[in-house]
């Protein structure tokens, strides 16, 4: 069997909010990068950057040794990973990365109908949000075959500091999972006690500061302020999905994501405390 090159042109597709500095890092990287997005008034902005552009996912997938999907839903992943859009037969073994938040059953899925196509499905999701992004300093869970993880390795080492192999095809959405749990769990518990506080006359900005020294210390109320919960019912609804599917029940997710859908409108500065 032959040995995979080291990659050279990386594809991406979605030049959102995490997408596009992504597309950054990896061209400074030295990678030859190549975006596509359904909003080709973003083709500017990918030029600015070094990367170029192409008009589908099929002519991305013709000239990718390894395509990073930064796209919304599950649905969204299902219409790319097709023989008319990233399954291009040709004598490459190209890696197909999920860094969008799904279901794992769907990375699962999509990999099965890839491997016919010589094509490698892997999730790879990333944590610690939009700044991390533009710092490049993300974690990035990985789950897929460690042959396919390591020739991966350092087109995920252009835009995170920590990179983690969790296993298989879908454990990495299972982090994922774990993670926006604890995370939105906190951001509530953090909101509800800043607004107690308040009432009682103290000064929010100073608990926080002390309760970040005290056990009560964590990522959302370190960064607090940059939480616009744009993902939280999605991230959270993708959590029951998945409680469901293993039939075990988890309450406290399910309290979290109504309370979610209640607060998504706050963006949760400190002179806003009303429960």
Request: glycine share 10%.
């Amino acid at each position: 069997m032959t040995t995979p090159t080291a990659i050279r042109t990386v594809g991406v597709i979605g030049a959102g909010r995490m997408g596009l500095p992504i597309v950054g890092h990896l061209a400074r990287k030295g990678f030859t990068v190549v975006v596509h997005d359904i909003d080709d008034g973003k083709r500017e902005a990918v030029s600015t950057l070094g990367a170029g552009w192409a008009g589908s996912p099929a002519e991305l997938a013709r000239a990718c040794e390894a395509i990073l999907v930064c796209v919304g839903f599950d649905q969204d992943m299902r219409e790319l990973v097709t023989p008319d859009g990233l399954l291009q037969k040709d004598e490459r073994t190209t890696i197909v990365a999920v860094l969008s938040t799904v279901h794992p059953a769907t990375v699962q899925e999509l990999a099965r109908v890839a491997r016919p196509f010589g094509v490698h499905v892997v999730d790879a999701t990333v944590c610690r949000g939009g700044r991390a992004a533009d710092e490049g300093t993300l974690l990035s869970f990985v789950g897929g075959d460690p042959s396919v993880v390591e020739r991966l390795r350092p087109v995920v080492a252009s835009y995170a500091t920590d990179i983690v192999h969790t296993g298989e095809v879908g454990t990495a959405q299972v982090a994922k999972a774990a993670n926006n749990m604890v995370m939105w769990a906190c951001l509530i518990a953090n909101h509800e006690a800043l607004a107690l506080a308040t009432r009682f006359g103290m000064d929010a900005e100073l608990l926080r500061s002390a309760l970040l020294g005290s056990s009560a210390e964590n990522y959302v109320l370190r960064n607090w302020g940059i939480n616009t919960m744009a993902w939280a019912e999605d991230d959270m609804e993708i959590v029951q999905k998945m409680a469901h599917d293993a039939g075990i029940g988890l309450p406290q997710a399910g309290l979290n994501r109504e309370l979610c859908r209640t607060l998504k409108p706050k963006r949760f500065r400190l002179d806003e405390y009303g429960v």
